[in-house]
């Protein structure tokens, strides 16, 4: 990429107000194209929560732990409802017996 060419970026409008007032609309403009934004390493800044790797591979953890609670959640209420039903078929079955 060129030095004089130049990339366009979006900057936000106002907030989004509740009620019936629109959004105000984005407004875009030409900033001059820098060549390391294209490709920037990834750096470890000492004290920095937000580039420490063991910080990002424990909220990587923490998110899939999370997925997997959800996942046992479902699951635990199929069985119930699995065991619910049985337990409705069951107690249908010995009120016909209890009658013959």
Known sequence: ???????????IGSPIHAGNQSESPVQSQQVPADRN?????S???????AS????????????NWKND??????QEQK???K??????TIREQVKEF???
Request: proline letters at 4%; glycine letters at 6%.
């Open 52 to 63: 420490d790797p063991t910080e990002l591979e424990n909220r990587i953890k923490i998110s």
């Open 79 to 81: 069985w119930k409802d």
């Open 98 to 100: 209890s009658f013959r």
């Open 83 to 88: 065991i619910g039903q049985e337990a409705q």
């Open 1 to 11: 990429m060129n030095d004089n060419q130049m990339i366009r970026r979006k900057t």
């Open 43 to 49: 750096v470890y800044v000492p004290g920095s929560k």
């Open 69 to 74: 609670i959800e996942g046992c959640r479902v």
């Open 37 to 41: 934004l294209q490709r920037r390493k």
